[in-house]
Protein backbone atom coordinates (compact mmCIF):
# COMPACT_ATOMS: atom_id res chain seq x y z
CA UNK A 1 0.00 0.00 0.00
CA UNK A 2 2.64 2.74 0.82
CA UNK A 3 4.83 1.82 -2.19
CA UNK A 4 1.93 2.83 -3.79
CA UNK A 5 1.21 5.70 -2.35
CA UNK A 6 4.59 6.55 -2.97
CA UNK A 7 4.83 6.16 -6.92
CA UNK A 8 1.52 8.67 -7.28
CA UNK A 9 3.74 10.74 -5.00
CA UNK A 10 1.96 14.25 -3.03
CA UNK A 11 -1.26 13.15 -4.79
CA UNK A 12 -2.02 10.49 -2.38
CA UNK A 13 -2.58 12.60 0.29
CA UNK A 14 -4.99 15.21 -1.53
CA UNK A 15 -7.23 12.55 -2.72
CA UNK A 16 -7.26 10.45 0.61
CA UNK A 17 -10.75 8.60 -0.69
CA UNK A 18 -9.24 6.94 -3.68
CA UNK A 19 -5.98 6.21 -2.25
CA UNK A 20 -7.61 4.44 0.84
CA UNK A 21 -6.29 0.96 1.42
CA UNK A 22 -9.51 -0.69 0.06
CA UNK A 23 -9.37 1.16 -3.10
CA UNK A 24 -5.12 0.65 -3.73
CA UNK A 25 -5.84 -2.99 -2.79
CA UNK A 26 -8.26 -3.22 -5.93
CA UNK A 27 -6.17 -1.58 -8.19
CA UNK A 28 -3.65 -4.26 -6.85
CA UNK A 29 -5.51 -7.10 -7.36
CA UNK A 30 -6.62 -5.57 -11.07
CA UNK A 31 -2.75 -5.40 -11.89
CA UNK A 32 -2.41 -8.78 -10.57
CA UNK A 33 -0.63 -7.25 -7.39
CA UNK A 34 2.40 -5.48 -9.53
CA UNK A 35 2.73 -2.43 -7.74
CA UNK A 36 4.28 -0.29 -10.86
CA UNK A 37 1.01 -0.84 -13.24
CA UNK A 38 -1.16 -0.63 -10.30
CA UNK A 39 0.27 3.42 -9.64
CA UNK A 40 0.29 3.99 -13.25
CA UNK A 41 -3.81 2.61 -13.68
CA UNK A 42 -4.99 4.42 -10.35
CA UNK A 43 -2.83 7.66 -11.26
CA UNK A 44 -4.57 7.89 -14.59
CA UNK A 45 -8.07 7.20 -13.24
CA UNK A 46 -7.05 10.32 -10.68
CA UNK A 47 -6.80 12.43 -13.93
CA UNK A 48 -9.99 10.96 -15.65
CA UNK A 49 -12.10 11.54 -12.79
CA UNK A 50 -10.36 15.59 -12.31
CA UNK A 51 -11.57 15.95 -15.88
CA UNK A 52 -14.94 13.59 -16.82
CA UNK A 53 -15.61 15.01 -12.83
CA UNK A 54 -17.87 11.67 -12.36
CA UNK A 55 -19.08 12.57 -9.66
CA UNK A 56 -21.23 15.76 -10.84
CA UNK A 57 -23.05 14.43 -13.06
CA UNK A 58 -26.55 14.78 -12.23
CA UNK A 59 -29.91 13.10 -12.54
CA UNK A 60 -31.24 15.77 -14.55
CA UNK A 61 -28.62 15.54 -17.61
CA UNK A 62 -29.14 11.60 -18.06
CA UNK A 63 -32.48 11.26 -17.02
CA UNK A 64 -33.52 10.81 -20.94
CA UNK A 65 -31.05 8.18 -21.22
CA UNK A 66 -32.97 6.13 -18.56
CA UNK A 67 -36.17 6.66 -19.70
CA UNK A 68 -36.80 2.86 -21.07
CA UNK A 69 -35.13 1.44 -17.87
CA UNK A 70 -32.14 -0.26 -19.54
CA UNK A 71 -29.89 0.34 -16.76
CA UNK A 72 -31.10 1.33 -13.42
CA UNK A 73 -30.16 0.86 -9.67
CA UNK A 74 -32.66 -1.96 -7.71
CA UNK A 75 -34.06 -0.58 -4.73
CA UNK A 76 -32.96 -3.95 -2.50
CA UNK A 77 -29.33 -5.95 -2.28
CA UNK A 78 -28.53 -9.26 -2.81
CA UNK A 79 -28.10 -11.42 0.52
CA UNK A 80 -24.69 -10.44 0.65
CA UNK A 81 -25.28 -6.86 0.59
CA UNK A 82 -23.87 -5.48 -2.84
CA UNK A 83 -26.19 -2.93 -5.02
CA UNK A 84 -27.58 -4.78 -7.59
CA UNK A 85 -27.48 -2.80 -10.95
CA UNK A 86 -30.34 -4.31 -13.81
CA UNK A 87 -28.75 -4.03 -17.01
CA UNK A 88 -31.34 -4.51 -20.18
CA UNK A 89 -29.85 -4.19 -23.37
CA UNK A 90 -33.02 -4.92 -25.45
CA UNK A 91 -34.23 -1.52 -24.50
CA UNK A 92 -31.97 0.91 -25.90
CA UNK A 93 -33.30 4.42 -26.75
CA UNK A 94 -30.71 6.64 -27.66
CA UNK A 95 -27.55 6.64 -30.02
CA UNK A 96 -25.55 9.66 -28.59
CA UNK A 97 -22.27 7.52 -27.38
CA UNK A 98 -21.58 10.93 -25.21
CA UNK A 99 -24.66 10.52 -23.75
CA UNK A 100 -24.68 6.22 -22.77
CA UNK A 101 -21.52 6.35 -21.45
CA UNK A 102 -22.16 9.40 -19.15
CA UNK A 103 -25.13 7.46 -18.13
CA UNK A 104 -23.45 4.18 -17.35
CA UNK A 105 -20.71 6.37 -15.23
CA UNK A 106 -23.61 8.27 -13.00
CA UNK A 107 -24.86 4.41 -12.27
CA UNK A 108 -21.76 3.20 -11.79
CA UNK A 109 -21.06 6.19 -9.03
CA UNK A 110 -24.73 6.09 -7.87
CA UNK A 111 -24.32 2.08 -7.38
CA UNK A 112 -20.83 2.22 -5.79
CA UNK A 113 -22.08 5.43 -3.18
CA UNK A 114 -25.07 2.85 -2.06
CA UNK A 115 -22.72 0.03 -1.21
CA UNK A 116 -23.23 -1.22 2.21
CA UNK A 117 -20.18 -0.55 4.45
CA UNK A 118 -17.59 -2.61 3.99
CA UNK A 119 -18.82 -3.96 0.96
CA UNK A 120 -16.91 -2.98 -2.23
CA UNK A 121 -18.64 -4.66 -5.36
CA UNK A 122 -21.97 -4.84 -7.22
CA UNK A 123 -23.83 -7.44 -8.81
CA UNK A 124 -24.80 -6.93 -12.41
CA UNK A 125 -28.09 -8.65 -13.80
CA UNK A 126 -28.39 -8.66 -17.50
CA UNK A 127 -31.79 -9.13 -19.02
CA UNK A 128 -32.36 -10.05 -22.78
CA UNK A 129 -36.13 -9.50 -22.85
CA UNK A 130 -36.25 -7.54 -26.14
CA UNK A 131 -32.80 -8.10 -27.24
CA UNK A 132 -31.90 -8.52 -30.41
CA UNK A 133 -28.73 -7.42 -32.88
CA UNK A 134 -29.82 -4.17 -33.96
CA UNK A 135 -29.41 -3.61 -30.15
CA UNK A 136 -25.52 -3.64 -30.31
CA UNK A 137 -23.39 -0.83 -30.86
CA UNK A 138 -19.62 -1.27 -31.18
CA UNK A 139 -18.86 2.17 -30.38
CA UNK A 140 -20.70 2.38 -27.22
CA UNK A 141 -18.84 -1.69 -26.32
CA UNK A 142 -15.66 -0.16 -27.02
CA UNK A 143 -16.35 2.79 -24.83
CA UNK A 144 -17.76 0.82 -21.88
CA UNK A 145 -14.78 -1.86 -21.67
CA UNK A 146 -12.67 1.24 -21.62
CA UNK A 147 -14.02 3.19 -18.70
CA UNK A 148 -15.00 -0.02 -16.89
CA UNK A 149 -11.62 -1.28 -17.15
CA UNK A 150 -9.28 1.77 -16.74
CA UNK A 151 -11.47 3.26 -13.89
CA UNK A 152 -13.52 0.21 -11.89
CA UNK A 153 -11.57 -2.20 -11.01
CA UNK A 154 -12.58 -5.09 -9.43
CA UNK A 155 -15.93 -3.91 -9.02
CA UNK A 156 -18.12 -6.61 -10.17
CA UNK A 157 -19.16 -9.33 -7.67
CA UNK A 158 -21.02 -11.57 -10.28
CA UNK A 159 -22.62 -11.09 -13.68
CA UNK A 160 -26.17 -12.66 -13.91
CA UNK A 161 -26.83 -13.00 -17.69
CA UNK A 162 -31.13 -13.94 -17.28
CA UNK A 163 -32.17 -15.46 -20.41
CA UNK A 164 -29.81 -15.01 -22.95
CA UNK A 165 -29.51 -16.96 -26.51
CA UNK A 166 -28.38 -20.02 -25.70
CA UNK A 167 -25.98 -19.94 -27.97
CA UNK A 168 -23.56 -17.22 -25.68
CA UNK A 169 -23.06 -20.07 -23.11
CA UNK A 170 -21.90 -22.10 -25.28
CA UNK A 171 -19.17 -19.63 -26.65
CA UNK A 172 -18.51 -18.82 -22.86
CA UNK A 173 -17.77 -22.12 -22.78
CA UNK A 174 -15.19 -21.62 -25.61
CA UNK A 175 -13.48 -18.77 -23.54
CA UNK A 176 -13.75 -20.18 -20.42
CA UNK A 177 -10.53 -22.52 -20.55
CA UNK A 178 -8.37 -19.31 -20.95
CA UNK A 179 -9.89 -17.66 -17.82
CA UNK A 180 -8.82 -17.69 -14.43
CA UNK A 181 -11.44 -19.68 -11.91
CA UNK A 182 -12.00 -16.60 -10.27
CA UNK A 183 -12.76 -14.74 -13.24
CA UNK A 184 -15.09 -17.16 -14.65
CA UNK A 185 -16.89 -17.80 -11.62
CA UNK A 186 -18.54 -14.21 -11.57
CA UNK A 187 -20.59 -14.89 -14.50
CA UNK A 188 -23.30 -16.85 -14.23
CA UNK A 189 -26.13 -18.16 -16.73
CA UNK A 190 -29.51 -18.59 -15.81
CA UNK A 191 -32.61 -19.59 -17.76
CA UNK A 192 -36.10 -19.36 -16.20
CA UNK A 193 -37.25 -23.02 -17.72
CA UNK A 194 -34.49 -24.20 -16.08
CA UNK A 195 -35.18 -25.22 -12.29
CA UNK A 196 -31.46 -25.99 -11.37
CA UNK A 197 -29.97 -23.01 -12.71
CA UNK A 198 -32.99 -20.64 -10.97
CA UNK A 199 -31.14 -22.13 -7.63
CA UNK A 200 -28.31 -19.18 -8.60
CA UNK A 201 -31.51 -16.46 -8.15
CA UNK A 202 -32.84 -18.23 -4.37
CA UNK A 203 -28.95 -18.40 -3.25
CA UNK A 204 -28.32 -14.39 -4.22
CA UNK A 205 -31.59 -12.78 -3.90
CA UNK A 206 -34.97 -12.52 -1.57
CA UNK A 207 -37.35 -14.51 -3.90
CA UNK A 208 -39.97 -12.27 -1.93
CA UNK A 209 -38.44 -8.66 -3.59
CA UNK A 210 -37.19 -9.48 -6.58
CA UNK A 211 -39.03 -9.39 -9.73
CA UNK A 212 -41.21 -11.02 -11.33
CA UNK A 213 -39.28 -10.86 -14.28
CA UNK A 214 -36.73 -12.30 -12.60
CA UNK A 215 -38.51 -15.35 -11.33
CA UNK A 216 -38.91 -13.41 -7.69
CA UNK A 217 -42.37 -12.76 -6.61
CA UNK A 218 -42.39 -9.12 -6.70
CA UNK A 219 -44.98 -7.93 -9.69
CA UNK A 220 -43.44 -4.44 -9.91
CA UNK A 221 -42.19 -3.36 -13.32
CA UNK A 222 -40.27 -0.57 -14.08
CA UNK A 223 -41.69 2.91 -13.51
CA UNK A 224 -39.69 5.83 -14.78
CA UNK A 225 -41.46 8.30 -12.68
CA UNK A 226 -40.98 6.74 -9.78
CA UNK A 227 -36.97 5.72 -10.33
CA UNK A 228 -36.61 9.86 -10.98
CA UNK A 229 -38.37 10.67 -7.53
CA UNK A 230 -35.93 8.27 -5.96
CA UNK A 231 -33.00 9.42 -7.76
CA UNK A 232 -34.07 13.08 -7.01
CA UNK A 233 -34.35 12.59 -3.69
CA UNK A 234 -31.23 10.62 -2.82
CA UNK A 235 -29.71 13.11 -4.74
CA UNK A 236 -31.37 15.77 -1.88
CA UNK A 237 -30.64 14.05 0.66
CA UNK A 238 -26.77 13.67 -0.20
CA UNK A 239 -26.73 16.95 -0.35
CA UNK A 240 -28.24 18.20 3.16
CA UNK A 241 -26.55 15.93 4.54
CA UNK A 242 -23.13 17.87 3.27
CA UNK A 243 -22.36 13.82 1.81
CA UNK A 244 -22.80 14.65 -1.82
CA UNK A 245 -20.13 12.32 -3.28
CA UNK A 246 -19.46 8.91 -3.59
CA UNK A 247 -17.31 7.19 -1.65
CA UNK A 248 -14.20 6.59 -3.62
CA UNK A 249 -14.34 10.51 -5.27
CA UNK A 250 -11.65 12.85 -5.56
CA UNK A 251 -12.01 14.92 -2.48
CA UNK A 252 -10.42 17.81 -3.81
CA UNK A 253 -11.69 20.08 -6.78
CA UNK A 254 -10.13 23.62 -6.01
CA UNK A 255 -6.62 22.10 -6.98
CA UNK A 256 -7.95 20.55 -10.39
CA UNK A 257 -5.46 21.93 -12.91
CA UNK A 258 -1.97 21.26 -10.17
CA UNK A 259 -3.87 17.52 -9.58
CA UNK A 260 -3.59 16.88 -13.56
CA UNK A 261 -0.12 17.63 -13.73
CA UNK A 262 0.92 15.64 -10.76
CA UNK A 263 -1.11 12.12 -12.52
CA UNK A 264 0.35 13.28 -15.75
CA UNK A 265 4.03 12.37 -14.74
CA UNK A 266 4.99 8.83 -15.52
CA UNK A 267 5.86 6.15 -13.27
CA UNK A 268 8.74 4.73 -16.12
CA UNK A 269 8.54 4.58 -19.67
CA UNK A 270 8.63 0.35 -19.06
CA UNK A 271 4.83 0.39 -17.36
CA UNK A 272 3.84 2.82 -19.88
CA UNK A 273 4.49 1.03 -22.94
CA UNK A 274 3.54 -2.25 -21.69
CA UNK A 275 0.73 -1.09 -20.01
CA UNK A 276 -0.97 0.73 -22.87
CA UNK A 277 0.30 -1.98 -25.50
CA UNK A 278 -1.87 -4.87 -23.52
CA UNK A 279 -5.44 -1.55 -22.96
CA UNK A 280 -4.89 -1.34 -26.44
CA UNK A 281 -4.92 -4.80 -28.02
CA UNK A 282 -8.09 -5.28 -26.25
CA UNK A 283 -9.70 -1.90 -27.21
CA UNK A 284 -8.23 -3.20 -30.79
CA UNK A 285 -9.90 -6.36 -30.68
CA UNK A 286 -13.30 -4.37 -30.60
CA UNK A 287 -12.52 -2.81 -34.01
CA UNK A 288 -12.00 -6.20 -35.50
CA UNK A 289 -15.37 -7.00 -34.22
CA UNK A 290 -16.58 -4.11 -36.43
CA UNK A 291 -15.49 -5.49 -39.20
CA UNK A 292 -16.35 -8.97 -38.68
CA UNK A 293 -19.96 -8.19 -38.01
CA UNK A 294 -20.85 -6.88 -41.81
CA UNK A 295 -23.95 -6.18 -42.69
CA UNK A 296 -26.01 -8.84 -39.64
CA UNK A 297 -27.79 -5.88 -38.14
CA UNK A 298 -30.06 -5.23 -42.12
CA UNK A 299 -30.55 -9.21 -41.54
CA UNK A 300 -32.64 -8.60 -38.32
CA UNK A 301 -36.21 -9.87 -38.64
CA UNK A 302 -38.90 -7.42 -37.54
CA UNK A 303 -40.48 -9.75 -35.58
CA UNK A 304 -37.24 -9.03 -33.31
CA UNK A 305 -37.26 -13.25 -32.16
CA UNK A 306 -34.26 -13.96 -31.01
CA UNK A 307 -34.23 -17.26 -32.70
CA UNK A 308 -32.72 -15.68 -35.52
CA UNK A 309 -30.06 -14.20 -34.53
CA UNK A 310 -28.42 -17.43 -34.34
CA UNK A 311 -28.29 -17.99 -38.27
CA UNK A 312 -26.91 -16.30 -41.14
CA UNK A 313 -25.12 -12.89 -40.80
CA UNK A 314 -26.38 -12.77 -37.27
CA UNK A 315 -23.80 -15.59 -35.89
CA UNK A 316 -20.74 -12.87 -36.10
CA UNK A 317 -22.84 -10.28 -33.75
CA UNK A 318 -23.23 -13.07 -31.46
CA UNK A 319 -19.42 -13.63 -31.81
CA UNK A 320 -19.04 -10.16 -31.44
CA UNK A 321 -20.68 -9.65 -27.85
CA UNK A 322 -19.64 -12.65 -26.46
CA UNK A 323 -15.80 -11.93 -27.53
CA UNK A 324 -16.63 -8.37 -25.80
CA UNK A 325 -18.11 -10.26 -22.88
CA UNK A 326 -14.66 -12.33 -22.72
CA UNK A 327 -12.39 -9.27 -23.16
CA UNK A 328 -14.65 -6.50 -21.29
CA UNK A 329 -14.14 -9.21 -18.08
CA UNK A 330 -10.93 -10.30 -18.26
CA UNK A 331 -9.49 -6.36 -18.68
CA UNK A 332 -11.82 -5.60 -15.69
CA UNK A 333 -11.70 -8.06 -13.38
CA UNK A 334 -8.36 -10.17 -14.46
CA UNK A 335 -4.71 -8.81 -14.26
CA UNK A 336 -3.25 -7.43 -17.34
CA UNK A 337 -0.43 -10.17 -17.53
CA UNK A 338 -2.89 -12.80 -18.39
CA UNK A 339 -2.75 -11.06 -21.93
CA UNK A 340 1.42 -11.67 -21.49
CA UNK A 341 1.08 -14.80 -24.52
CA UNK A 342 -1.06 -12.55 -26.44
CA UNK A 343 1.34 -9.87 -26.89
CA UNK A 344 4.55 -12.10 -27.37
CA UNK A 345 2.11 -14.01 -30.27
CA UNK A 346 1.68 -10.43 -31.80
CA UNK A 347 5.20 -9.38 -32.05
CA UNK A 348 6.54 -10.23 -35.51
CA UNK A 349 6.77 -8.35 -39.05
CA UNK A 350 3.69 -8.66 -40.95
CA UNK A 351 4.62 -10.34 -44.68
CA UNK A 352 2.81 -10.12 -47.77
CA UNK A 353 0.59 -13.51 -47.99
CA UNK A 354 2.69 -16.22 -50.25
CA UNK A 355 1.14 -18.76 -52.05
CA UNK A 356 1.46 -22.03 -51.43
CA UNK A 357 -0.40 -24.45 -53.72
CA UNK A 358 -1.60 -27.55 -52.69
CA UNK A 359 -0.84 -28.15 -49.13
CA UNK A 360 -1.13 -31.66 -46.81
CA UNK A 361 -3.09 -31.85 -43.92
CA UNK A 362 0.05 -33.01 -42.34
CA UNK A 363 2.26 -29.78 -43.92
CA UNK A 364 -0.50 -27.27 -42.69
CA UNK A 365 -0.07 -27.32 -39.13
CA UNK A 366 3.68 -26.23 -39.47
CA UNK A 367 2.18 -23.07 -40.04
CA UNK A 368 0.01 -22.68 -36.73
CA UNK A 369 2.25 -19.39 -35.71
CA UNK A 370 4.73 -21.31 -33.14
CA UNK A 371 7.39 -20.49 -35.90
CA UNK A 372 7.57 -16.51 -36.63
CA UNK A 373 9.33 -17.27 -39.77
CA UNK A 374 6.49 -18.59 -41.41
CA UNK A 375 3.41 -17.21 -41.76
CA UNK A 376 0.18 -18.18 -39.98
CA UNK A 377 -2.09 -20.28 -41.53
CA UNK A 378 -5.88 -21.91 -40.88
CA UNK A 379 -7.89 -23.48 -44.02
CA UNK A 380 -12.09 -23.22 -44.42
CA UNK A 381 -13.79 -26.36 -46.61
CA UNK A 382 -10.25 -27.25 -47.62
CA UNK A 383 -9.35 -23.98 -49.04
CA UNK A 384 -6.54 -22.21 -47.09
CA UNK A 385 -6.19 -18.14 -45.97
CA UNK A 386 -3.54 -16.61 -45.23
CA UNK A 387 -4.63 -15.01 -41.08
CA UNK A 388 -1.46 -13.72 -39.77
CA UNK A 389 -2.87 -10.21 -40.12
CA UNK A 390 -5.48 -11.48 -37.11
CA UNK A 391 -2.78 -13.04 -34.78
CA UNK A 392 -4.42 -11.66 -31.80
CA UNK A 393 -7.25 -13.88 -32.42
CA UNK A 394 -5.55 -16.85 -34.69
CA UNK A 395 -1.92 -16.85 -33.23
CA UNK A 396 -0.49 -18.90 -30.39
CA UNK A 397 -1.98 -17.96 -26.57
CA UNK A 398 -4.87 -16.44 -28.17
CA UNK A 399 -8.71 -17.03 -28.01
CA UNK A 400 -8.88 -19.51 -31.23
CA UNK A 401 -5.46 -20.61 -31.30
CA UNK A 402 -6.62 -24.37 -31.65
CA UNK A 403 -7.92 -23.32 -35.32
CA UNK A 404 -4.65 -22.57 -36.65
CA UNK A 405 -2.69 -24.77 -38.77
CA UNK A 406 -5.86 -26.73 -39.77
CA UNK A 407 -8.67 -26.88 -41.29
CA UNK A 408 -11.60 -26.02 -38.44
CA UNK A 409 -14.52 -26.02 -40.55
CA UNK A 410 -16.31 -28.60 -38.77
CA UNK A 411 -15.39 -26.84 -34.80
CA UNK A 412 -16.58 -23.20 -36.86
CA UNK A 413 -19.88 -24.66 -37.65
CA UNK A 414 -20.17 -26.27 -34.55
CA UNK A 415 -18.78 -23.49 -32.57
CA UNK A 416 -16.95 -25.96 -30.74
CA UNK A 417 -13.02 -26.32 -28.84
CA UNK A 418 -14.03 -29.65 -29.04
CA UNK A 419 -10.71 -31.26 -30.48
CA UNK A 420 -12.25 -34.08 -31.76
CA UNK A 421 -13.94 -31.30 -34.23
CA UNK A 422 -10.75 -29.74 -35.52
CA UNK A 423 -11.38 -31.30 -39.12
CA UNK A 424 -12.55 -30.58 -42.42
CA UNK A 425 -15.36 -33.31 -42.56
CA UNK A 426 -18.41 -31.39 -42.45
CA UNK A 427 -20.86 -34.60 -42.94
CA UNK A 428 -23.63 -34.74 -40.75
CA UNK A 429 -23.77 -30.77 -40.17
CA UNK A 430 -27.48 -29.49 -40.19
CA UNK A 431 -28.15 -26.98 -42.74
CA UNK A 432 -28.49 -24.34 -39.96
CA UNK A 433 -24.33 -25.53 -38.67
CA UNK A 434 -23.60 -24.98 -42.75
CA UNK A 435 -25.21 -21.61 -42.60
CA UNK A 436 -22.48 -20.76 -39.82
CA UNK A 437 -19.73 -22.45 -41.68
CA UNK A 438 -21.05 -20.44 -45.12
CA UNK A 439 -21.20 -16.95 -43.18
CA UNK A 440 -17.52 -17.69 -41.51
CA UNK A 441 -16.10 -18.23 -45.13
CA UNK A 442 -17.59 -15.45 -46.55
CA UNK A 443 -15.62 -13.36 -44.07
CA UNK A 444 -12.91 -15.09 -44.91
CA UNK A 445 -12.74 -14.75 -48.80
CA UNK A 446 -13.52 -11.06 -47.82
CA UNK A 447 -10.75 -10.33 -45.24
CA UNK A 448 -8.11 -12.65 -45.81
CA UNK A 449 -5.85 -13.84 -48.82
CA UNK A 450 -6.30 -17.29 -49.86
CA UNK A 451 -3.11 -19.12 -50.53
CA UNK A 452 -3.28 -22.48 -51.31
CA UNK A 453 -5.79 -25.76 -51.03
CA UNK A 454 -5.38 -28.73 -49.21
CA UNK A 455 -4.88 -31.57 -50.64
CA UNK A 456 -4.96 -35.60 -49.46
CA UNK A 457 -1.24 -36.50 -49.24
CA UNK A 458 -1.99 -39.30 -52.11
CA UNK A 459 -3.11 -36.74 -54.30
CA UNK A 460 0.32 -35.15 -53.53
CA UNK A 461 2.29 -37.44 -54.23
CA UNK A 462 0.82 -39.04 -56.84
CA UNK A 463 0.61 -34.96 -57.98
CA UNK A 464 4.85 -35.34 -57.47
CA UNK A 465 5.51 -38.76 -59.07
CA UNK A 466 3.35 -37.42 -62.32
CA UNK A 467 5.15 -34.02 -62.03
CA UNK A 468 8.37 -35.98 -62.00
CA UNK A 469 7.52 -38.30 -64.83
CA UNK A 470 6.95 -35.20 -66.83
CA UNK A 471 10.14 -33.82 -66.45
CA UNK A 472 11.37 -37.12 -66.93
CA UNK A 473 9.77 -37.37 -70.20
CA UNK A 474 11.05 -33.74 -70.99
CA UNK A 475 14.43 -34.73 -70.73
CA UNK A 476 13.98 -37.75 -72.97
CA UNK A 477 12.02 -35.56 -75.36
CA UNK A 478 15.58 -33.12 -75.39
CA UNK A 479 17.65 -36.21 -75.95
CA UNK A 480 15.81 -36.79 -78.49
CA UNK A 481 16.36 -33.22 -80.34
CA UNK A 482 20.25 -33.00 -79.66
CA UNK A 483 20.79 -36.42 -81.07
CA UNK A 484 18.57 -35.49 -84.13
Known amino acids: MNEIR ?65 IY ?27 QIKYLVYCMENAIAKLDEGQDQMVWLIDFQKWNMACISVKVTRETARVLQDHYPERLGIAILYNPPKVFESFWL ?14 KFVYSDQPQSMKIMESLFDMDILESAFGGKNMDNFDFEAYAKRMKDEEKQRSDSGDALPSDQISVTSESDFL ?122 GQIYDVSRSRMFYGPGSPYALFAGRDASRALALMSFDPKDLTGNIKGLGESELEVLQDWEYKFMEKYVKVGQLVSKNTSDSKDTENEGEARKHDDDKSQENRA
Not at 174 to 187: A, G, S
Open 73 to 99: RANYFDKHGRTVLMMRPGFQNSNSVEE
Open 260 to 381: VSDVSSEVSDEVDSSYNYEIGSDLEGLDEIQRLQLDCKSKVDDTNELHGAVAGGGVFTIVALMFVTYKVVCGMFVAADDYAAVKRANEFVLREPVQMGDVTEEDLRAYDGSDPNKPLLMAIK
Open 174 to 187: LVKPFLEHKTYKKV
Open 6 to 70: KLIGPVANKVPCQCSDASILRFLKARNWNTKRAAKMLKETLKWRIEYKPEKIRWDEVAKEAETGK
